[in-house]
């Protein structure tokens, strides 16, 4: 079936051009862990912006970035590649720390973010710009990337034959700035692109609950680099109030303006009560007259997760913390600029820390984000 003209054209525009360079104190809201990166695997798998973020949020990733390989036109530009004449394809380098995540399970985590049965391209984007591909560095890449592609046609998982060629890597083009960690830098546009084309539809019914590797999960939970774990239910009970279980545990949702931080305006940042990880700064936040705590975006993005929720009879997108799990709030496309969204978040679920005890309860790499940003 087609894509609608309307629909087409919207995404053509999401992948447009925009000068969208962070500051400083925009970076340093989003750190790069201190790994020992010294693997690399690049994959392509359509809109190289849907296949950087999922693997920068895999534990053991360093970075991830966008590019085009494939081609036979020398430092080709987005527009070159788009046209679909210079060969290349939207493709993703992921640098990673083999003692943390295995090249093996990177494959596995890939085939679980777009339909490999498709090469003539990817969901709405169609072409041979978008055509997927696994690109192996040396002879164990490709060994490794052959078998997992047999294992998966013969799992049954799709109806149709596995068309995702394993081939050898030979120039791999940076794509320019604009298009690094787009998820980060218009993760409203991004968010639209991704539901408007189809992508999570696909992979939810695809997959299930299996969508994330039950590795990852394991990864997620003992990862020694976050430091942030969650308690016993017997230690959290003890701990922390009613209110704040009910909303941490159990969805709950306490009452509007009656909360600790709707109207705190301190400078500091805001953690999970839970595991202490940190979720939103004071730059962030602002004043939405709902009664809670609200930002326009989070601290650092891997220690949220989103998910669908039906609790009021429509669809509500839920925010939850990724250590700990437990229930933030949800997320709305009403924001102010620069994002256009608004975290709406329970008080009960937070912890805040004031900018100066942050260095001395080992927040201090936050710091400059506080200090160099104005509160609204």
């Known amino acids: 079936m087609r894509t609608p003209l309307l629909l087409s054209m919207l995404l053509l525009v999401a992948c ?3 000068d969208m360079d962070l500051s400083a104190a925009e970076q ?8 020992n990166a010294t693997a690399t695997a690049t994959f392509a798998g359509g809109c190289f912006w849907c296949i950087e973020a999922p693997f920068e949020k895999v534990p053991g990733v360093a970075d991830a970035v966008s590019g085009y390989t494939g081609g036979k036109v020398e430092n080709p530009t987005y527009r070159q590649v788009g046209n679909g004449k210079t060969g290349h394809t939207e493709a993703v ?6 003692s943390i995540v295995s090249y093996e399970q990177l494959l596995d985590f890939f085939w679980r973010q777009f339909d490999p049965t498709d090469d003539g391209g990817s969901f709405v984007d169609r072409g041979s710009q978008y055509r997927p591909g696994i690109f192996y560095h040396d002879e164990e890449q490709r060994v490794a990337a052959e078998e997992s592609r047999r294992r998966l046609e013969e799992s049954g998982r799709f109806d149709k034959p596995i068309a995702t060629p ?3 890597l030979d120039v791999f083009y940076v794509a320019e700035d604009y298009h690094q960690d787009f998820y980060k830098k218009d993760p409203q546009r991004y968010s639209s692109y991704r539901r408007g084309s189809g992508r999570d539809q696909f992979l939810d019914r695809t997959w299930g609950e ?3 590797p039950k590795w990852l999960a394991d990864l997620k939970n003992a990862s020694s680099t976050s430091g942030f774990v969650k308690p016993s239910d017997e230690e959290l009970r003890a701990r922390l109030t009613p209110m704040q279980y009910k909303v941490t545990q159990h969805e709950g949702t306490e009452p509007p303006f009656h909360n600790e931080y709707h109207d705190n305006k301190k400078l500091g940042i805001y953690v999970d009560i839970v595991s202490g990880e940190p979720l939103f700064g004071s730059a962030d936040k602002y004043d939405s007259g709902t009664g809670w705590p609200s930002f326009t975006r989070p601290l650092v993005s891997s220690n949220l997760q989103t ?3 039906y609790k009021l009879g429509y669809a509500r997108t839920e925010v939850r913390s990724t250590q700990a799990d437990s229930h933030l709030g949800h997320i709305f496309e009403d924001g102010p600029p620069p994002t256009g969204l608004r975290y709406c978040i329970n008080s009960a679920a937070l912890r805040f820390i004031s900018l100066e005890d942050m260095e001395a309860e080992g927040y201090a790499e936050f710091v400059p984000l506080v200090t160099e940003s104005k509160q609204p």
């Open 210 to 212: 299996e969508r994330e």
């Open 93 to 98: 380098q992921v640098h990673y720390d083999p």
């Open 16 to 18: 447009a051009k925009r």
């Open 166 to 168: 394993v081939l050898a």
């Open 28 to 35: 340093a809201a989003q750190p790069k862990l201190a790994l």
């Open 307 to 309: 998910k669908v929720d």
